[in-house]
T-cell receptor, first 118, second 117 residues
């Protein structure tokens, strides 16, 4: 089945530094990837939609300059948290529809990245 | 915009018993898809079951079944013969079927299911 690999699985960084999270589709091409954020025991909130070859679409309230998204190829999307602060600490999950998926097909999720900013 | 509501933050069930998790949603669209995802402590999102809104028949997957009431905009999940491995956070999710719409999911707030031995 389709696999989405997300790296790193967890990261600790100091306040003010930047962190890059990678999301790769291993056996299919993903023209679109979705980035979600999840607080402890809370739901997944869509942050942005990355599109290969074009700018990402951000949800209302998400700072574009803080959460930089780059969809460099058909198999790689990255989320960079710039100048991270403790309030950015969270669980970030990427997902992608399968290459030939229809609308009733499930999304394929990465295993998530736990970010802790100290 | 679509919204998904799960009114039960926590539920518990005795092993081998049956439990039903509730989900309601709000949409003005007539065609859409509904999903239940499971998130165990590993936090990996696992698809449990899906339902196409145009289908009247309720979806079933082994011990998992749904009660889809389109008019009431209700989509509950029934887990039969509950097992310890069913313990997880369960999310109800909605996806639009409009042509050209993005395929992101809108999630409910989740229900934490505990299975008691």
């Amino acid at each position: 089945g389709a696999v989405v690999s997300q790296h790193p699985s967890w990261v600790i960084c100091k306040s003010g530094t930047s962190v890059k999270i990678e999301c790769r589709s291993l056996d299919f091409q993903a023209t679109t990837m979705f980035w979600y954020r999840q607080f402890p025991k809370k739901s997944l909130m869509l942050m942005a939609t990355s599109n290969e070859g074009s700018k990402a679409t951000y949800e209302q309230g998400v700072e574009k300059d803080k959460f930089l998204i780059n969809h460099a190829s058909l198999t790689l999307s990255t989320l960079t948290v710039t100048s991270a602060h403790p309030e950015d600490s969270s669980f970030y999950i990427c997902s992608a529809p399968g290459q030939w998926s229809s609308y009733n097909s499930p999304l394929h999720f990465g295993n998530g990245t736990r970010l802790t900013v100290t | 915009a679509q919204t998904v509501t799960q009114s039960q933050p926590e539920m518990s069930v005795q092993e081998a018993e049956t439990v039903t998790l509730s989900c309601t949603y709000d949409t003005s669209e007539s065609d859409y898809y509904l999903f239940w995802y499971k998130q165990p402590p590993s936090r990996q999102m696992i698809l449990v079951i899906r339902q196409e809104a145009y289908k009247q028949q309720n979806a079933t997957e082994n011990r998992f079944s749904v009660n889809f009431q389109k008019a009431a905009k209700s989509f509950s999940l029934k887990i039969s013969d509950s097992q310890l491995g069913d313990a997880a956070m369960y999310f109800c999710a909605y996806r639009s079927a409009l042509s050209g719409s993005a395929r992101q999911l809108t999630f409910g707030s989740g229900t934490q299911l505990t299975v008691l031995p």
